[in-house]
């Protein structure tokens, strides 16, 4: 029987999906014919166990400039009716068995046309003595159909013929790197020559997670090699990966230079040995953003693209257990290699807060090795019990920067945790420790403890102290005077926990649209007495100097500038209020300087 036929859909139409929306670049149009001689393969052992298959890719030049790729496989191969099953029906499988085979044969076929504008295939079945057939599709929606008198070996061969602006593809050398790259895992061998050649396997290297070695050394040498060249990156260290969920087995490479904790990690994923894509997200857990990982899959199941996983019981799962191997690496690493830990720690000490945070066995193991921000440097916890049985941290950035002038001049050791996870592995140390106090403390506690002015300063400051609260009550804040190291912090901004809300509140309030400025207006309307305090230091020079001036609008202006400054040290940003307070400060005190200037000289006349 032969003749013409129409597909059941609209071949435009799909070529269209594949090439722009399904499929996301045009060379995997190789790795879909390779899968589909992969299954032919897989389901004629099915048929003789002893049967070995092998794949054949084949460059043939044209006198044209485009040339032709041929892919044979000796597997199961089809009949006319199979041929008009499952490539007349688009994504219908001719192996049945869903768990055994990745491909859908008329979708695999169908991405040659992402390359091609006909698609020649010449198939023989390996179930029945009937004659060989040949399927001639092209891209208008047509094909045609045809037994074949030659007597030929079982499998199939289908030949694509380059379009012109698809013919970097087809270099041999440039097949070679694709086939490699898709099938690097595949457990059959491909060969890729040009016609007539002989050909070589490309795909012979056993992996290393796959192999054996006398020692871990050697394995870990040759696991960080493998991840060089695949990867092309050099890496810190190498974890083997087991998933009985999801039927993986690869390695997770550990990145030797510091990652961003958002950064999302994409991994190198095979399914079923073929490779599923060099950007596959979701397969292990958000605290491991320092690893990227090799993976075979045998039992997720892929997107219709299969360049990812669709996220169900059983990925949250392989997940889940992936996430166990890179925890029981870490757990050990300490004991097992401790110069390695102390470069891992150097690098990805972010990465373990973060596990630690979420897990309470690994908190228990790493709190000690932790390494915080501190106002004399960098220290561990376990560096901090040595110095001492208590320890204040302050949880926000803004306040730390103010708190650490003043305890370092005090001799005071802070630990700084506005960063994240930080407060919260502080908070929880005395769960481990508890003969070691870690208590958290805001600048408000802190300065209360600060000294203060002698009665002198007390009685000088009197007409300072004064203006600077009428300067500053419009801001929700009071000024008050004290003695503090060091002299050239003039002052320091100490705001309770409802202060910093409303301030976070008139912040949003300047950018919000008017609906959502009316409900931030309704909250700030019910705000208490201020809550805000202005220490100025009367160790400073220019505090001193203030102190004995008795022009209040200088002493007012003076004030206001030294409220900004105290904001700016804390990191608190500027309201269009407290913007303008800095301009109307300076140019006060600068008309103040330039009056005094034009007055008479009382004893020159």
Request: proline residues 5%.
């Amino acid at each position: 029987m032969s003749g013409k036929h129409r597909f059941q859909v609209n071949l435009r139409g799909i070529v269209d999906l594949l090439a722009k929306h399904l499929y996301s670049r045009p060379e995997l149009f190789l790795r879909e014919l390779l899968q589909n001689s992969v299954d032919a393969i897989t389901a004629r052992k099915r048929l003789d166990d002893r049967y070995e298959g092998s794949i054949r890719l084949e460059i043939a030049p044209a006198d044209d400039g485009l040339p032709t790729l041929t892919i044979v496989d000796d597997g199961i191969g089809m009949d006319e009716a199979e041929l008009h099953r499952f490539l007349a029906t688009i994504g219908e499988s001719s192996k049945r068995d869903g768990g055994a085979f990745l491909g859908q044969f008329g979708i695999g076929m169908l991405a040659g046309f992402m390359v091609s504008d006909e698609i020649i295939a010449v198939s023989k079945s390996a179930r029945s003595d009937s004659p060989a057939v040949q399927w001639h599709g092209k891209e208008n929606g047509t094909y045609d159909v045809r037994t074949l008198a030659a007597d030929i070996e079982p499998g199939t061969r289908v030949s694509l013929q380059s379009r012109a602006d698809c013919t970097e593809l087809f270099e041999p050398t440039r097949i070679a790197e694709l086939a490699l790259h898709f099938g690097r895992l595949l457990p059959y061998p491909i060969y890729v020559n040009e016609l007539g050649g002989a050909g070589s396997p490309i795909n012979s290297e056993t992996v290393p997670w796959r192999a054996s070695f006398k020692t871990e050394r050697a394995q870990t040498a040759a696991l960080l090699e493998y991840g060089r060249r695949a990867l092309r990156e050099d890496f810190l260290d190498a974890v083997p990966l087991k998933s009985t969920a999801g039927g993986v087995d690869g390695v997770a490479y550990v990145s030797a230079h510091s990652v961003n904790l958002a950064a999302q990690r994409k991994h190198q994923v095979y399914l079923k040995n073929m490779l599923l894509s060099d950007e596959a997200e979701g397969l292990l857990p958000e605290w491991a953003f320092f690893v990227k990982a090799v993976v075979n899959v045998e039992r997720l199941r892929p997107t219709a693209s299969r360049e990812g996983f669709y996220v169900d019981e059983r990925l949250e799962a392989t997940r889940t257990e992936l996430g166990e191997c890179l925890k029981q690496y870490l757990m050990h690493l300490p004991q097992r290699d401790p110069q390695r830990f102390e470069r891992f720690l150097a690098v990805h000490h972010l990465a373990l807060k973060s596990l630690a945070a979420e897990d309470d066995d690994c908190f228990r193991i790493f709190i000690d090795w932790l390494p915080f921000e501190t106002t004399y440097g960098r220290k561990t916890i376990r560096e901090l019990r040595a110095d001492g049985a208590e320890v204040r941290y302050v949880a926000e950035l803004g306040q730390f920067l103010q708190i650490a002038k003043v305890a370092q001049a005090q001799g005071l050791l802070v630990v700084n945790a506005g960063y994240v996870y930080d407060a919260a592995l502080l908070g929880r140390v005395s769960e481990v420790f508890p003969d070691f106090q870690v208590l958290p403390v805001d600048v408000a506690q802190f300065s209360a403890d600060l000294a203060e002015p002698t009665a002198e300063q007390q009685r000088l400051g009197r007409q300072f102290l004064d203006a600077a609260m009428v300067s500053l009550r419009p801001y929700d804040c009071i000024a008050e005077l004290k003695r503090f190291q060091p002299p050239e912090l003039p002052a320091l901004f100490a705001p309770d926990q409802e202060a910093r809300f409303f301030r976070s509140v008139e912040q949003a309030q300047e950018t919000a649209d008017p609906l959502y400025g009316g409900i931030l207006a309704a909250l700030t309307s019910h705000r208490s007495a201020p809550r805000s305090i202005v220490y100025f230091n009367v160790e400073n020079s220019t505090v001193r100097r203030l102190l004995g001036v008795g022009d209040e609008r200088v002493l007012a202006r003076s004030a206001e500038i030294l409220y900004v400054q105290s904001l700016l040290l804390a990191q608190q940003p500027l309201t269009s209020r407290e913007l303008s307070l800095l301009t109307r400060g300076l140019g006060g005190l600068i008309d103040a300087a330039v009056e005094r200037k034009e007055q008479p000289d009382v004893d020159a006349v």
